[in-house]
């Protein structure tokens, strides 16, 4: 049976170099060779969960960019807007794992191949069919010329009825809070559903009383206002009202990821008709199994992976 819903997603696709060893990354000698990228990881999970998963990119014209096309081709996401283009080497960063599953990323990313991506590329071909737009902060922090193709694309969206998610993903080593501040202003009259960390959206916003996250959802009519906090759960303000789910109990190896797995499981359960609790429990389930994994998406579950896993089900492997 073919997809039901499909889903958009725009940005850069990274080599991922993650360590052999645990610790300080200057005494790592080894390295494996993984594919990362927040919106590609956002994608895969919605491909996998068994969405419809288009994903809009540009890669090097090298080893690295085949690599990369291929995975994501493997995974089932349709690749119809990714080039590739010469004299711009695919991306690359380096992850250091401390032995709690928390981490850092080095970017080597100067001269992005997605700096090629231009306004014009955002059409009404593009996203015909399209029931979802994801976009997320990363891809607006690389170039001050990406924020002109975010415009575009979410005028189109607003023109075609098409709802947008966006998930802030702040790295302060790309831009500054200020103009992350600046853009999200431009951004957030145009989202639906905001998918934000707790720490990034007290960044953002100055502050992370119940208070100011209604104010903000408010005055930027943002109908969904869901609030990340790892092992604390998560909460969402819809429509006036509170709703809260637990996190689930694992033994994390790597949190890296673990968002933009959440992020796949919130809009798969959004577009499927879940209620507002069993959203957030889907999506608190993604997120906790993308921990218990190496890699920035090798955890992402499938459906009939993360189901039982919610439900405590037991599952027979012989």
Not at 41 to 54: D, M, T, Y
Not at 184 to 208: A, N, Q, R
Not at 285 to 311: C, K, M, Q, R, W
Request: glycine share 10%.
């Amino acid at each position: 049976m073919s997809p039901q819903f499909a889903v958009l997603t725009i940005g850069d696709g990274l080599i991922t170099l993650n360590p052999h060893e645990n610790g300080p990354l200057r005494f790592v000698s080894g390295f494996s060779r993984k594919v990362g990228g927040a919106e590609l990881n956002f994608a895969i999970g919605c491909a996998r969960l068994g969405l419809q998963s288009k994903w809009v990119s540009r890669l090097g014209n090298d080893e690295f960019g085949r690599v990369i096309y291929n995975f994501a081709r493997g995974e089932g996401i349709d690749v119809s807007n990714v080039e590739f283009v010469e004299g711009y080497p695919t991306s690359l960063n380096f992850k250091e794992i401390r032995e709690d599953g928390s981490g850092k990323t080095f970017y080597y990313r100067q001269q992005s191949p997605i700096l090629t991506l231009k306004p014009e590329d955002m059409t009404k071909e593009l996203l015909e069919g399209i029931n979802m737009l994801h976009l997320s902060g990363v891809f607006l922090s690389i170039d001050p010329g990406n924020r002109k193709i975010i415009e575009r694309v979410l005028k189109l969206a607003k023109e075609m009825g098409i709802p947008v998610s966006f998930d802030p993903n702040l790295r302060l080593k790309m831009w500054t809070i200020e103009e992350a501040r600046t853009t999200f202003e431009e951004v957030f009259p145009y989202v639906d559903i905001l998918l934000t960390g707790l720490d990034e959206i007290e960044l953002i916003l100055g502050e992370s009383s119940e208070e100011a996250l209604v104010e903000c959802a408010e005055r930027f009519n943002i109908g969904q206002f869901v609030i990340k906090d790892g092992a604390n759960g998560a909460r969402a303000y819809i429509d006036g009202n509170w709703y809260e789910k637990e996190a689930f109990v694992v033994k994390p190896i790597d949190t890296v990821g673990a968002g933009d797995g959440f992020d796949a499981g919130y809009i798969y359960a959004y577009l499927n008709g879940y209620l507002p609790e069993e959203r957030l429990e889907l999506a608190n389930g993604v997120g906790a199994l993308v921990t218990t994994v190496s890699g920035d998406n090798e955890g992402l579950p499938y459906l009939d992976e993360v189901l039982p896993f919610i439900h405590k089900e037991i599952v027979i492997e012989r």
